[in-house]
């Protein structure tokens, strides 16, 4: 039983467009993390959260919001989509160094 | 500031054939190191990480990797490789304060050639 899920696994959606990813995690974990993954780099932090209630900027927070309603959900809400923002994402659940991800969400932004 | 480089976006390796991912950090602070595998479409698994003591880590499936602080790196390594290896690896750093925020070098995409 995976313990990081999200939802939608694809999506398509429309410039200016809002657009609402979801994690969920059965970890039990404080921290949770959204990365962007882009050809040709690593994985790169958006956001992330303490716990329920909290949100904080990670590298690259420009054009996305967060919100960590429980301790088990974090999603990332794109306001106004951009084609910038196609990308795959991926949430993920820790309360160390060691960080537990989901299996992605590939967003195509047209 | 802190970084993690791999230097090779690409390795191609015949099956049977030994294997080494190359991997540099650089962070002033303690270095906690990882290596993650990605299969295709898929999400992130952890292969082996180093926090202390024994600067060669043991991982799953026959991986390992050896620290060095002299050299600021965290090489991946396997006596023989399957052609199942073939994935995309990334050597990671984590902060030793604050959020634990990792940070990820670029990705080496390993090709195991039948």
């Known amino acids: 039983e995976a313990a990081v899920t999200q939802s939608p696994r694809n999506k398509v959606a429309v410039t200016g467009g809002k657009v609402t990813l979801s994690c969920n995690q059965t970890?039990?974990?404080?921290?949770m993390y959204w990365y962007r993954q882009d050809t040709g780099h690593g994985l790169r932090l958006i956001h992330y959260?303490?716990?329920?209630?909290?949100?904080e900027k990670g590298d690259i927070p420009d054009g996305y919001k967060a919100s960590r309603p429980s301790q088990e959900n974090f999603s990332l809400i794109l306001e106004l989509a951009t084609p910038s923002q196609t990308s795959v994402y991926f949430c993920?659940?820790?309360?160390?160094?060691?960080?537990?991800f989901g299996p992605g969400t590939r967003l195509t932004v047209l | 500031a802190q970084s993690v480089t791999q230097p090779d976006a690409r390795v191609t390796v015949s099956e049977g054939a030994s294997l080494q991912l190359r991997c540099k950090y650089s962070?002033?602070?303690?270095?906690?190191l990882f290596w993650y595998v990605q299969y295709p479409r898929q999400g992130l698994q952890l292969l082996l990480k180093y926090y202390s003591g024994d600067p060669v880590v043991q991982g799953v499936n026959g991986f390992e990797a050896e620290f060095s602080k002299s050299n600021s790196s965290f090489h991946l390594r396997k006596a023989s490789v399957h052609w199942s290896d073939s994935a995309v690896y990334f050597c990671?750093?984590?902060?030793?304060?604050?959020?634990?925020?990792?940070?990820f070098g670029s990705g080496t995409q390993l090709t195991v050639m039948p």
């Open positions: 990671v750093l984590s902060l030793s304060s604050g959020s634990w925020q990792l940070i």
């Open positions: 970890n039990n974990h404080n921290n």
């Open positions: 959260s303490y716990g329920a209630g909290s949100t």
């Open positions: 993920a659940s820790g309360d160390d160094h060691e960080q537990y």
């Open positions: 962070y002033s602070g303690t270095p906690y």
